[in-house]
């Protein structure tokens, strides 16, 4: 109901998450002008809202448990803590507590499957799980990391969006950002849009393998761009992430290999340490100028 009836104002001025809804006004002028476009959109569908959940001409505010503001998107403090002052599990429902928290930032942490992989190999082991030296370092460098998460941006409108992949026989990461000119900076920033990391079922962990069926058709047109180049039908885009900065850009590096060196499954995809970064995506729709 709610999208239908703000169906002009979503990713304009308005988002609405089921019955929430946020009016996102860009400057402090057009504030009464975006209300009023969306009270009358209510009024259109008869919807009332409850006087006492309103604010308005906040500056920043909790939204679906994460602070939004126009600096951009940030961790709840409050999750964050509640990992950094854990003791190290001594049962299996205080592993299980640990991941469940874990999955409410995972956003905000890049290649998130592989710093917590220790901890599903534990559960795995069931209630005789035994706490060993990879769990006890996963552990404080998880912490470490979940300290000084990255604050993220959402984009605009037709903005080109930056696609990195990397890939491990276990784990599959992905990284969504956007470039932009800021002030005092010579080069383009690249600004985090959303993390997501994905670990691997037994049956999945050997894609490398099951997808051994011949190389891909480059002769087809992609929409995908992994770093923001015009898609060249001849060349493979390669991108490494390297470190995420809260403070500064999201460090990449990038490289090609011509078509005659193409070669279908591991040997194309293994560089660095044996880490395994996706090159064939197929066409996902995400599509840049």
Request: aromatic content about 8%.
């Amino acid at each position: 109901m709610m999208q239908k009836c703000l169906a002009t104002q979503i990713g304009k001025n308005v988002q609405v998450y089921i019955d929430d809804v946020v009016i996102t006004s860009k400057k402090g002028t057009t504030l009464i002008e975006d209300l009023k476009e969306t009270f009358d959109n209510l009024d259109k569908f008869c919807l009332k809202l409850n006087p006492t959940k309103c604010s308005f001409g906040v500056p920043a505010g909790e939204l679906l448990g994460f602070l939004v503001s126009a600096r951009g998107i940030e961790a709840n403090p409050e999750k964050i803590q509640a990992i950094v002052t854990m003791r190290k599990p001594t049962k299996l429902k205080e592993i299980q507590q640990l991941t469940g928290r874990v999955a409410a930032l995972s956003r905000f942490v890049a290649r998130l499957g592989e710093k917590a992989l220790p901890f599903y190999a534990l559960i795995k082991q069931g209630e005789k799980f035994q706490w060993n030296e990879e769990a006890d370092r996963a552990f404080e460098n998880l912490k470490r990391t979940i300290s000084t998460p990255p604050i993220l941006v959402a984009p605009k409108e037709k903005e080109p969006l930056l696609l990195y992949i990397a890939a491990t026989p276990q784990v599959v990461s992905t990284a969504l950002v956007v470039e932009r000119e800021e002030e005092g900076k010579l080069h383009g920033v690249q600004r985090p849009v959303y993390f997501i990391s994905e670990v691997l079922s037994p049956q999945n962990s050997e894609w490398m393998e099951l997808q051994n069926t011949g190389p891909p058709d480059l002769s087809r047109t992609w929409t995908m761009n992994f770093d923001g180049s015009k898609r060249n039908p001849s060349k493979e885009i390669f991108s490494e992430l390297d470190e995420i900065n809260a403070q500064g850009p999201i460090f990449a590096r990038s490289f090609q290999k011509s078509e005659e060196e193409m070669k279908w499954g591991h040997e194309a995809a293994r560089h660095q340490g044996g880490a395994a970064w996706a090159w064939a995506a197929r066409p996902c729709g995400v599509a840049t100028s």
